[in-house]
């Protein structure tokens, strides 16, 4: 690695190399210390206890996204998205929250659901575990899901994520 990283260094001018091991996170405190230090300070742009400036129903609908994509990574397009129907604040604290993962297709719908329901379980489960830490509550997480073809060309769904649609 050390002449790799040379022999990059000889095209191009970097400030630092940082050598990390994604096998056992060694150089990774190296790598933070050196971004942290170079930050500019500056105010905070939103409460320092809030995790994200992005709304709740949204970030619930990227962690989904997100373990959707961990399970099937090879095997969904990145073509699907994770909606927020409803959300609702239950008298006891805790939250029901209900999402529709779009996909383009039949087939892929299969495939996110699995044999006998076991992929979409698989998914609901890692993102209700994850939802109840990042809100510090318990979720009640029901995920469905449909097929919406060509959402990816509809303008309203940009909107709907806070995007604007490419021309």
Do not use: C
């Not at 930050?39 to 996204?65: C, F, H, N, V």
């Not at 509550?137 to 709907?160: A, C, I, M, Q």
């Amino acid at each position: 690695m050390l002449e790799l990283a040379a022999k990059a260094n000889e095209y191009t001018k970097f400030d630092q190399t940082f050598m990390v091991s994604a096998i056992n996170g060694s150089g990774t405190k190296d790598i933070l210390k050196y971004f942290s230090e170079q930050m500019p300070k500056g105010p905070w742009l939103y409460p320092e206890d809030q995790a994200s400036d992005i709304p709740l129903r949204m970030l619930a609908a990227e962690i989904t996204r997100e373990k959707l994509y961990l399970r099937l990574h090879e095997e969904l397009p990145y073509i699907s998205t994770v909606e927020t129907d409803k959300w609702e604040d239950k008298k006891d604290g805790s939250i029901r929250i209900e999402q529709t993962i779009f996909v383009e297709r039949d087939s892929q719908k299969s495939i996110v659901l699995g044999k006998n329901g076991q992929t979409i379980k698989a998914i609901s489960k890692a993102a209700r575990e994850e939802l109840t830490e990042a809100f510090e509550t318990k979720v009640h997480l029901f995920v469905f899901v449909k097929v919406r073809e060509n959402w990816s060309d509809d303008p309203e769904r940009y909107r709907n994520m806070g995007l604007d649609f490419p021309h």
